[in-house]
């Protein structure tokens, strides 16, 4: 079994999105299995072009040759991926979404119906038929994930894949002023990655605990406070 991280993050190794893949992938790989990982700002990804020529050309083969044949090349042989976006404006990051949108030359132009109903493309080639979601917010609510979960379920129905779970940690600017407060969500995660390994399953019970807020609204609001006099001494270093 192989699982393939895609972090969407802008700052790559630098952001928490990366260590909470850091920690999932992890787990997995003190099972034996296959992991890998890219950081998608590092790559050179133009935009898609809507030209087409993936479906009406050269069906499943894109026109831009570009370093986004990395990752198809391992979506191909990847069991699952885990699609890791801090949220950016209530959506994923223009990084991801831009790989997320070049997916399309794996569907044909032709036309079904799933079990549902649901009317989407046929595949010239499959994605990975599981995925998993990893994202972190700066408000301290986890009504802020809510279009980014409703946006990566309707992508998971649009390519008849199935949503193992959503790791949803909010409160990043409270954690970045307390760094250490990450490390249960760091070793939860881990948890969940090493049993995923194991049993190809993810139990809904660590799923809850890993998104359970860290912070009450007092505590959140007493950190971000530090965080505003930080930002307030680096607009005005001389008061």
């Not at 649009?158 to 070793?187: H, R, T, W, Y």
């Not at 660590?206 to 505590?219: G, H, M, T």
Request: net charge neutral.
């Amino acid at each position: 079994m192989k699982a393939l991280f895609l972090n969407g993050s802008a700052r790559g190794d630098k952001g928490i999105t990366s260590k909470l893949i850091k920690a999932l992938s992890g787990g997995m790989s003190k099972t034996g299995m296959e992991t890998v990982s890219i950081n998608i700002s590092e790559l050179k990804i133009v935009p898609c072009r809507a030209c087409l020529y993936c479906m009406h050309k050269n069906p499943g083969v894109c026109v831009l040759h570009d370093e986004m044949e990395i990752i198809y090349n391992e979506l191909k042989q990847s069991d699952v991926v885990i699609f890791g976006s801090p949220v950016y404006l209530d959506g994923i990051t223009a990084q991801l979404k831009t790989v997320i949108d070049r997916l399309v030359c794996c569907m044909e132009p032709f036309l079904v119906t799933d079990h549902t109903g649901f009317t989407r493309h046929s595949f010239s080639w499959r994605l990975p038929e599981k995925f998993i979601i990893v994202s972190t917010c700066g408000f301290p609510e986890t009504d802020t994930f809510n279009a980014l979960i409703d946006y990566f379920r309707s992508l998971s129905k649009n390519m008849n894949s199935k949503i193992l779970a959503e790791f949803c940690i909010p409160g990043s600017i409270a954690i970045q002023m307390k760094p250490e407060s990450l490390d249960q969500k760091l070793e939860l995660l881990e948890s969940a990655g090493y049993a995923y390994g194991m049993y190809g399953t993810l139990d809904d019970t660590i799923i809850e605990k890993v998104n359970r807020p860290l912070f009450s609204k007092k505590e959140y609001f007493e950190l971000a406070e530090l965080y505003e006099n930080r930002c307030r001494k680096k607009l005005n270093p001389l008061k």
